[in-house]
């Protein structure tokens, strides 16, 4: 049994979804992990992890056009409002998403499905630095 860290750093310019699943892929084939978890939690309160379609970009776009529906960029509806107008409805978005998920290794590969990848959903419309740490445990 053995466990493995690795802080992936994305740079992200604006309120869209970032794939890392190849950056994932990479780490795992890269320490040849064979059956584990491996655990990715991001450290950010305005920002979030999802496993969502990656073949068809309409899909993303819905996505983000539902979620601003659903959480209007709107300060007359928010108390914390000091940072912009995306800062409240960032922190909501990151509420109703991830800031972590666990998936399997089976046999040296990541069990998604086929159309499955791995995104930081980016909630802000500025430009940030964000990290997903990966955790991996097992043999």
Avoid: C
């Avoid at 466990?3 to 970032?18: A, S």
């Avoid at 084939?29 to 990715?40: C, D």
């Avoid at 991001?42 to 496993?51: E, F, K, P, R």
């Avoid at 990848?117 to 043999?139: S, T, V």
């Amino acid at each position: 049994m053995k466990q493995e860290f690795y802080n992936l750093e994305i740079k992200t310019e604006g309120q869209r979804f970032y794939e890392f699943t190849n950056n994932t892929l990479n780490w795992i084939n890269k320490n040849n992990f064979q059956n584990g978890i491996i655990n990715l939690s991001i450290q950010h309160t305005s920002a979030s992890l999802v496993i969502q379609e990656n073949a068809d970009p309409d899909v993303q776009r819905d996505m983000i056009s539902y979620f601003d529906k659903l959480v209007p960029m709107n300060n007359s509806l928010y108390s914390h409002t000091a940072e912009g107008k995306d800062d409240m409805p960032a922190h909501i978005k990151s509420a109703l998403t991830n800031n972590q998920i666990s998936l399997s290794i089976k046999n040296t590969e990541l069990l998604l499905g086929t159309w499955q990848g791995i995104f930081l959903f980016e909630h802000r419309i500025q430009p940030h630095k964000r990290i997903i740490i990966h955790h991996f445990i097992g043999n």
